[in-house]
């Protein structure tokens, strides 16, 4: 089984639920806290290769609220999408898990049952 890698951020609520699923499941994962200011411009290029950005963008949370319409605008261009991640990257949705090139965003059981059968 390819490395598993959640990104997220360890305080949140959702990322909790998945924690806890991973770890009843037994499944070993890497966690990636991109608070702390190690998101790379690569990591978003693998996700962006998988997932749509409207994926990977989370429209309903606060810091995606926040952004001036400029910013939410700009999430149509790769690069400058890209860019908006890195400055904020509490928008990006979570958890968002990655296993070797596939992607999985948000927490919902019955999903992840498959996607880790």
């Known amino acids: 089984m390819p490395t598993l890698t959640i990104f997220g951020i360890k305080s949140c609520d959702t ?16 966690f990636h806290d991109y608070k702390k200011g190690n998101l ?3 990591d978003i290029e693998v996700w962006m290769k998988d997932l749509p ?10 810091t995606w609220k926040k952004s001036t319409d400029e910013e939410k605008a700009s999430i ?19 958890p968002l898990v990655q296993m070797g090139k596939k992607h999985l965003v948000g927490f919902n059981p019955e ?6 059968s």
């Not at 950005?53 to 606060?62: A, D, F, L, R, S």
């Open 15 to 30: 990322m909790k639920k998945a924690f806890q699923w991973l770890d009843g499941k037994k499944v070993a994962y890497t």
């Open 40 to 42: 790379t411009k690569e």
């Open 53 to 62: 950005i409207e994926e990977i963008i989370n429209k309903k949370g606060t």
């Open 76 to 94: 149509s261009d790769s690069n400058k999408a890209i860019e908006l991640i890195l400055k904020n990257p509490s928008i990006v949705k979570r």
């Open 111 to 116: 999903q992840w049952d498959i996607f880790f």
